[in-house]
């Protein structure tokens, strides 16, 4: 078993920054790879980022080069810096782990709202 905390959305003009952390805990030794993703209302699940436990990275093509994956093992945490935000960011992100032979984790979500 492995428990995602996601922490940091909230409300951000067009233009700002926000970062999100989502800690881990529990069997987090079969953790293969932890990622961000993202819901919009009336829309599906979408994969923002994500970043392997070797550290090989991939984003969206809608967020490369302004969202930047990153993790910290000490503290069993990764993070999602996002900047230059656009209102089609808003969305509900949550932070996902893919564990073992491919289960996957989720963490309860966190809204991300970008006003123009």
């Known amino acids: 078993q492995v428990r995602l905390v996601e922490s940091g959305g909230g409300l951000v003009q067009a233009g700002g920054s926000l970062r999100l952390s989502c800690a881990a805990s529990?069997?987090?030794?079969?953790?293969?790879?932890m990622g961000w993703y993202r819901q919009a209302p009336g829309k599906q699940r979408e994969l923002v980022a994500r970043i392997t436990t070797g550290g090989s990275t991939n984003y969206a093509d809608s967020v490369e080069g302004r969202f930047t994956i990153s993790r910290d093992n000490a503290k069993n945490t990764v993070y999602l810096e996002m900047n230059s935000l656009k209102p089609e960011d808003t969305a509900v992100y949550y932070c996902?782990?893919?564990w073992g032979l491919g289960l996957d984790y989720w963490g309860q979500g966190t809204q991300v709202t970008v006003s123009s």
């Open positions: 529990g069997s987090i030794f079969r953790i293969n790879a």
């Open positions: 996902n782990a893919l």
